[in-house]
């Protein structure tokens, strides 16, 4: 029987609901000691000294690390996106919270107190907190894309274009600083074994984990291992590997013993990134016969001072492909300030680029007085009209038809505020959702057995996506055996390569090469005999990433249900309909689309990192006041999975389903609320005080 | 958090004997105090445990309820005289924290929980309440969730609790009592105080001096009486605005109006003006919509949270209307 | 300090010192005050301490600070209750306390003595699972796995308590824990489940 496609339960469910499954804190090493990271109260300026002394002489204090005494790393090479600070290198602050120092004391107990009690002088420097109030200081991104592309497109005159339309939305859209609050934090243990390196860590990318280790200590990657079997959240925060794991290993090579450093809930909003804040300004406009006739978005997103690294979100992407427009330009550029290097956050660009360019297409439609779904239609195309290149598939029209219909869209009323039960205005919103399909190159180890059991080891990463139950199952298929047959092995440096699990792009990755090496074991132990057969194979995407534009899409539909006199905002129901290619395991599937969907609708009504203006510091760095959708804000979701059989995006056909379907819930959410109630918040998120009339 | 002795008597005396002494404080539930002791927000050298000296008995009869301080949240909110007869406690309770909090949060502790105030909560922020004369940087800085009424130049941070807020429009009594002191009672309205130029003295209670009981009447009022909460989130959040109201009709007629309001003041808001617009009028929508429209008097609001005034009266009105329908 | 775990199985004989102690310490209680305890000179380092987990007793060395998590996870080597904000806003590090949901994070090790302690190692039985973990597998009521043994923990005791009786009653009394993943919606359908078999 076929698995692929088939809605098998997770095959490490079991380990994760007896709480057995074991994440990078919960690794037993008995002479481990702990370290609690110091981090600066100020926001730009340098640290004069410190007063350790006292801290120093509290019970268990093992060491106190500091600027003044930590060893300094050698930094060779290493990834493009190597943070590389701070390390406690040097005495500059660059933002608050700035890792600044490390207490080492045998217990957590111990080393947290003392944390507490050390002493920092500064000097202060005049801080950017604001990037809204030096927009006008905004520059290019040097490495849009990783440098694979210009941060600006043009195509067409959408100036010109823009003048002579008929309806015209000109509006800007703010999207605010979030965090991905993964329910595990960040947390490292690390090992020194004389000059090589053991590091049990909560990462994203166990290659790229090895790599960064290596390079900032200066060893051969060979000599870094990293463990990382199960990860509880990442959402992008795990992607890169942030300074508090190379801090433990330092830490555990100045006492002397394996060390664990777990990040506090209030330190991860400045330890592993965040997703930037964005002022995008869209100037849209339409033919009287609906068409778009130019679009044009200028994104700004928060950085921090260029020091820490560079990150941009893409903001412009979708809008240069989803509609059929001849003049379209997009800008992206950054804006300095004291705070901490931001970083991929679900759907990076898309989910906040999304939310303006979706809101803008629903005004438009307004505007025209067109159906907000039939304005989509009115533009739709066939090919993809940036890279001027057929899509590999596009089942979007499929997506719009289906979620429609068990929506029930056909049946909205088209004027704002005319739908309504007693005191509380029912609003209807929808919005296009799209994501790039990647692929990367990927390695698969197998060793099937005569018996037809296979062992197979891949160096990728589970988040909860479900690559444990995905890959044995691609493993059973190719194999022509049961899934229970499959022992799939993952989170360890030593085996494989496969890319950073981000980008949705796990199963297009990883998924062909376990396939191929699968059947290069099978073929071998056919043609061979013996008791078993081993291969490991290497694949990459091909030609076809040339040839074809390559994204999924998905169309979202939400009702809101806003109290007309308290202005409290409930989604009340939702669908979302996607063509996310081909779906490995239906039941995996939904679980990561109605995940994609509640995190759109904490974007969409209740996230927002708040920063002090004066000191630049987090007010809401805990996870009671930064608001994450609980149980009681989540309503029945439907999502609609549309066949989508291609296989020219890569050997499975799979086009990526973890963030996607995020995209577009914000703006649908922010459309319904406008159709309750009149009002057009072009913020997210939007809150009682926004629609309060 | 910093090192502490922990002692654990069995009897309410010898916990208040022990706890006459310098830097102590009580822990009962721990929900709040663990958070504070974690940020280093409360740094006490000792800590009397009250988990084994009772004080947990639920009583109600013809006058009044009588709720002992270590009595836990969850069980007050379940007691069934408590839903009968003072369902605004029951659904102030509900609508706190969540479940796991509210089955180790005592209503002493829930009542002496300190502000959500992010500036106060981390010592990372100045804050008068946590050191005195430090500043208070909320005035003019993140402020949206903080208090428009009973605030001063030195503070302006809301009280937090949902209990505190039905309590006060209830008119209960708190029991209080120390070592070498007598017990004394005090009404929950003149318990708390307005934060002033001492934002740090927040209650009339004297060190060492512990709620041993809440008292509530009884009266008709009580037994027609309503909390609605309003928040961003739909459940485990503080309230953006919430409204205790309790009411007795005769004959048409408002014959005993209380209310109170909580996310708007820094301490818990009863509204006087509101009542009086009310008692002896005419039970109608306009009487409600004319006396909740003066809710909120006086209220200086900061830079973010002015909506909370326009939120505050309609909280009220809706609050008013479900106690009346 | 390396910490000292002993085990061995109690017999249920201890329900009856808390009841005694009950009613000794009303606010109108006359018993003269006793003696003043001495004045703390020094805050404890270490207690020793036993605690009665899954039916085991285990006998631990902690520091006054040490949270009842942080004795399970570091020191009892009961990892399954997870530490995720430590500040009793996730719900992750719910377990059982003589009988009823309460945060592991915001208990003291050292008051948690005397008292039954349940953790989801302790919530099946032997390789069974309990209906309500069964459930979460079959209806994938969770994703990466972190928060879900305090969500079982909560569900389970939520069952218990009688609060599964509608979708929105369910949602409501499980909004103490926190899912990032979003899997809200079988977390629901996984306890209507397992509070059907109940």
């Known amino acids: 029987m076929v698995s692929i496609g088939q809605g098998i339960d997770r095959v490490d469910g079991r380990l994760k609901v007896t709480g057995r499954a074991s994440y990078a804190a919960e690794f037993k090493l008995p002479d481990a000691v702990h370290a609690v990271l110091v981090q600066s109260t100020i926001c730009a300026g340098t640290i004069i000294g410190f007063d350790i002394d006292a801290a120093h002489a509290m019970p268990g204090v093992l060491a106190i690390i500091t600027p003044d005494n930590a060893p300094r790393l050698p930094m060779q090479g290493g990834p493009q996106q190597m943070v590389r600070a701070p390390l406690l290198q040097d005495r500059a602050v660059h933002y608050n919270g700035q890792h600044i120092a490390l207490v080492v004391a045998r217990t957590f107990e111990q080393a947290n107190a003392a944390a507490s009690q050390v002493r920092v002088h500064y000097r202060r420097d005049e801080p950017v907190t604001s990037m809204d109030a030096v927009l006008d200081q905004a520059y290019p991104p040097k490495h849009f894309r990783n440098g694979e592309r210009p941060p600006d497109s043009r195509r067409g005159d959408p100036d010109g274009a823009f003048d002579s339309a008929a309806a015209k939305v000109d509006a800007t859209y703010v999207t605010p600083v979030e965090h991905h609050n993964p329910m595990e934090p ?87 990134g965040y997703r930037p804040r964005t002022v995008q300004k869209l100037r849209f406009a339409a033919d009287d016969q609906g068409r778009l006739v130019s679009m044009r978005h200028d994104g700004f997103s928060q950085m921090s001072l260029p020091a820490l690294g560079e990150f941009s979100e893409p903001v412009g992407l979708a809008t240069e492909m989803l509609y059929a427009c001849p003049n379209v ?239 409290e905002i409930r989604v009340s129901r939702f669908v979302g309909a996607f063509d996310a290619g081909r779906v490995m395991n239906t039941k995996t599937a939904r679980s990561q689309l109605i995940g994609g969907i509640v995190y759109g609708l904490g974007m969409a009504l209740l996230e927002e990192t708040r920063v002090d203006a004066e000191t630049g510091r987090i007010v809401n760095a805990n996870i009671a006041e930064y608001l994450v959708p609980v149980n009681a804000d989540v309503p029945d979701i439907q999502t609609i999975i549309v066949p989508n059989d291609e296989l020219v995006s890569n050997p499975l056909g799979a086009k990526g389903i973890g963030e996607l379907p995020m995209v577009g819930v914000a703006a649908a959410v922010a459309n319904a609320v406008y159709h309750a109630t009149g009002v057009r918040v072009r913020k997210v998120p939007i809150r009682i005080e926004d629609v309060l009339a | 958090m910093q090192a502490f002795h922990l002692a654990q008597p069995t009897a309410l005396l010898d916990a208040l004997v022990v706890a006459n002494a310098s830097d102590t404080k009580f822990i009962a539930g721990g929900t709040d105090l663990m958070q504070l002791l974690k940020e280093n927000v409360e740094t006490p050298t000792q800590l009397v445990d009250l988990e084994r000296v009772g004080l947990s008995k639920i009583g109600a009869d013809a006058g009044g309820l ?36 509210r089955n180790m949060g005592t209503i002493g502790g829930n009542l002496l929980q300190r502000t959500r105030c992010g500036y106060f909560r981390d010592t990372g922020f100045n804050c008068n309440k946590r050191e005195p004369g430090s500043g208070c940087p909320a005035i003019a800085g993140e402020n949206r969730m903080l208090a428009i009424l009973g605030g001063s130049d030195h503070c302006i941070a809301t009280h937090a609790s949902d209990l505190a807020v039905a309590l006060t429009a209830l008119d209960a009594m708190l029991e209080l009592r120390r070592a070498g002191g007598a017990q004394r009672e005090v009404p929950i309205t003149e318990f708390y105080r307005l934060p002033a130029d001492t934002p740090h003295i927040e209650t009339v209670l004297q060190a060492g001096e512990l709620i041993t009981a809440v008292i509530v009447p009884a009266s008709a009022a009580a037994r027609n009486s309503h909390y609605l909460k309003l928040r961003d989130r739909a459940s485990f959040e503080f309230a953006l605005v919430s409204a205790a109201v309790a009411l007795e009709t005769a004959s048409g007629a408002v014959r005993d109006i209380r209310v109170a309001a909580g996310g708007v003041g820094t301490r818990p808001w009863r509204l006087p003006e509101v009542e009086a617009a009310l008692r002896g009028k005419q039970l109608n929508d306009d009487a409600l919509r004319e006396a909740s429209s003066r809710a909120g008097e006086g209220a200086r609001p900061a830079t973010q949270n002015g909506f909370k005034q326009v939120l505050l009266r309609r909280a009220v009105l809706r609050a008013l209307q479900t106690a009346s329908a | 300090m390396s910490p000292k775990v002993t ?138 796995g972190y928060c879900t043994p305090g969500q079982i923990m909560s569900a389970a005791a939520l069952i218990k308590e009688g609060h599964a009786g509608s979708d929105a009653e369910i949602r409501e009394w499980m909004s103490g824990n926190i899912c990032r993943c979003g899997a809200y919606p079988n977390i629901v359908a996984a306890i209507r489940d397992a509070a059907g078999e109940g």
């Not at chain 1, 490292?188 to 290659?207: E, H, K, M, N, P």
């Not at chain 1, 900032?216 to 990382?228: D, M, T, W």
């Not at chain 1, 989170?491 to 496969?498: E, I, L, T, V, Y």
Request: some cysteine; proline content about 6%.
């Open chain 1, 329 to 567: 330009a997009v800008s992206h550029r950054l804006v300095a300030t004291n705070a901490s290097l931001p970083t991929y956050m679900r759907a990076p660009g898309l989910a906040s680029g999304n939310f303006a360019l979706e809101s803008a297409m629903d005004e438009l439609a307004v505007a025209l007085n067109i159906d907000p779904l039939e304005f989509r239609l009115r533009n739709y195309t066939d090919r993809d009209p940036h890279q001027n290149k057929p899509f590999a598939s596009k089942a979007l029209r499929e997506c719009y038809r289906q979620g429609a219909e068990a929506f029930g869209w056909a049946r909205r009323s088209s004027e704002p505020r005319s739908m309504r039960d007693g005191n509380v205005l029912i609003g209807w919103g929808m919005a296009t959702s799209t994501y790039p399909t990647h692929r990367m190159p990927a390695s698969a180890y197998v060793r099937l057995g005569a018996d037809n059991s296979a062992l197979v080891r891949v160096g990728t990463q589970d988040l909860g996506t479900g690559t444990y139950t995905v890959m044995s199952q691609i493993a059973a298929d190719a194999l022509g055996v049961p899934v229970d047959r499959i022992r799939f092995e993952l989170g360890d440096s030593a085996f494989p390569h496969a890319p950073v699990s981000g980008g949705s792009m796990t199963v297009a990755s990883v998924g062909p090469a376990v396939k191929a090496a699968c059947e290069t074991a099978r073929a071998k132990l056919q043609s061979d005999g013996g008791d078993f057969a081993e291969a490991t194979v290497d694949v990459k995407p091909g030609e076809e990433q040339h040839r074809y534009a390559m994204h999924g899409f998905g169309a979202q539909f939400a009702e809101v249900r806003v109290d007309a006199d308290m202005g």
């Open chain 1, 186 to 272: 960040h947390a490292t243990i690390a090992r020194w074994d004389g000059d090589r390196l053991t590091v049990w860590t909560a990462t994203q990318g166990v290659s790229g984990a090895q790599q960064t280790l290596a390079a900032l200590f200066g060893i051969a990657p060979a000599g870094v291992h990293i463990v990382c079997p199960y990860i509880g959240g990442g959402f992008g925060c795990k992607g890169n590997t942030w300074p508090p794991a190379a801090l433990a290993a330092m830490a555990a090579k100045v006492v002397g013993k394996p060390v664990k450093l777990v990040v506090t809930r209030a330190q991860m909003f400045t330890s592993n």
């Open chain 3, 7 to 144: 085990r061995r199985v109690v017999l249920a004989a201890t329900a009856g010192g808390l009841m005694l102690r009950e009613g000794i310490g009303r606010a109108d209680d006359t018993t003269p005050a006793r003696a003043p305890a001495p004045p703390p000179t020094l805050p404890q380092q270490a207690i020793d301490i036993e605690l009665r987990i899954n039916d085991t007793t285990v006998a631990l060395r902690v520091d006054p600070r040490t949270s009842l998590l942080d004795a399970l996870r570091e020191q009892a080597g009961l990892t399954g209750t997870k530490k995720g904000c430590d500040r009793g806003a996730c719900g992750a590090c719910t377990v059982h306390i003589d009988g009823r949901r309460m945060l592991s994070c915001l208990t003291l090790a050292a008051r948690s003595q005397g008292k039954a302690i349940t953790t989801i190692e302790g919530l099946g039985a032997g390789d069974d699972l309990h209906p309500v973990q069964a459930a979460f597998l079959h209806h994938d009521g969770f994703q990466c």
């Open chain 2, 66 to 101: 009588r709720i002992e301080a270590m009595a836990r949240m969850s069980d007050v909110a379940a007691h069934p005289d408590v839903r009968a007869h003072w369902p605004v406690i029951a659904q102030a309770l509900e609508a706190s924290a969540s479940p796991q909090v």
